[in-house]
């Protein structure tokens, strides 16, 4: 079963929710982003967007990388980002943009 | 250019916000969505994420139909929806499988 | 001191909270919309950013009709919805132009 | 196990979401509801301020039924409610407020 | 009357909205925590439960220690991550699981 | 035409999303913050809000210090965040006070 890459930061919280971490791995990694109704490369594109729309800078940090393992190019990533002030407001693409630039310059979030 | 399609909607609110409403045809439909670096089916996954994720109901109604139109499966709208109950939460992922079986049974949101 | 306005709504909701309708009363109108540091128009002017932003589409409903009272303008509530567009994102602009348009129909939100 | 309970509104979206229908089943009211480390009573309380919190008012209605079965009482809602308006705002309490009525009066949300 | 605990993030922002900082005390604190209607513990969990689903984690911070205080115990606090996590999305409880681990660790927010 | 403000954020994005500070110099700042219908001074009052309310403290960095330049006084920047604490909850309010804090201070935000 495919399991979620290694992250010190989920290492950080296993102590604290850790059957929390256990559904990451088995349910989030193991069965969701395996179902085969949408491709991997797919369901990253739903993930940015949702990120992006709801402001999570601290998961788009990690959703970018694997993005971009997952097929997404840097352009898309682009064109993702300048899809998403439009309809997501100004603020939230502007904070996605600076996020792809902390993860292209290898600054990862601490949490 | 590109415009918008027709939509009765559109047409109530063109008296108040005459000016949003044009840039809607010539910036969002005519500019944004012609952009050559996502396709509009693409376009379209990253687009009904963000409205999942930001729970606009009356907005996702228009945009199931516009998935459909740009190439999107039903069976693919299902995976987006089981996708983001994980990333957005229960509740929003609930309200979006109502509005598409809203759309699927030609309800349109009044707005 | 002032008070809110009689609100059939409001009424409805008075015997479950009853303290909380109270302090819409007492301190929300009678002391935070009183307070002279800001006009009661910009007030308006704010509450409506507010709520266009978060997506209240009821509360949304009864600040319009109040902000007209408060000398904002239909063609200021034009521009203040045109300019959320940008910084809130499309759909909740979208929402808020059709609210604007049930006001000015006379059509006052159940809640 | 556990399930959820009965819900027209659940029957609804089955044909649309199957797979998400069987993870409410049997994730969340078999699992997750059941956790041992936090009474069915507390996480309603839980989940009513989640919900208020995010003006998830579909769910709420359903929620504020299910609190009542699990001995949260009427007098605590309101107290929910009116503790949320100062930490999630005003309009959020307020709908709150209208959907604690509805479900009082019967009104079960139709999504 | 009880007063909000000392706090320096508070201090700092006395100079800049000093009747706010007043409030806080005399209502939130002296008023609104005080009530008789729900215990303490209980108003912690449903404020952190507020705090989890609309992504604070400035607040969230101040509110674990408190929560603490009031009686919520650490296990308690896992449980309401952890169930958050399927109404509130995956990212909301991985940022307050890291919240969580600040303040076990003595990191106070600094705002 | 008016372009936006240089910024150091913004050059720092420029190879991601060019076109999106395209448009945000030629479109944002130089249509609609141009636009007659609302004074640049209202149109700040409307930003802060809708940064307030959606929290969005990077960006609501930038604009209250274009408030300030707009004609918007620190005084009023007050009376916006008390106000904003009961319309989008006192989590909200609280960081934008320390926003406004860092601002007074000098200190930008990185992103």
Redesign the interface.
């Known amino acids: 079963m495919a399991r979620a890459p290694d992250s010190p ?1 989920r290492e ?2 296993t102590p ?5 971490v256990n ?2 791995h088995d ?2 990694y193991g069965e ?1 982003w395996e ?1 085969p ?2 491709s991997k490369r ?2 990253s ?12 800078p ?2 788009l940090n990690s959703h970018v990388g694997r993005a971009l393992n997952n097929g997404v190019t ?3 990533i ?18 996605a ?5 902390d993860v ?1 310059e290898g600054k990862m979030s ?2």
Chains 1, 2, 3, 4, 5, 6 share one sequence.
Do not use: N
């Open positions: 930061k950080r919280i604290i929710v850790p059957d929390l559904y990451t349910l989030i969701i179902r109704g949408l797919d369901r594109l739903v993930t940015l967007a949702a990120l992006i729309a709801s402001y999570r601290d998961q840097k352009a898309e682009t064109e993702i980002i300048t899809h998403c002030a439009f309809y997501c407001g100004w603020p939230a693409a502007m904070t943009a600076h996020v792809a630039a292209y601490p949490r």
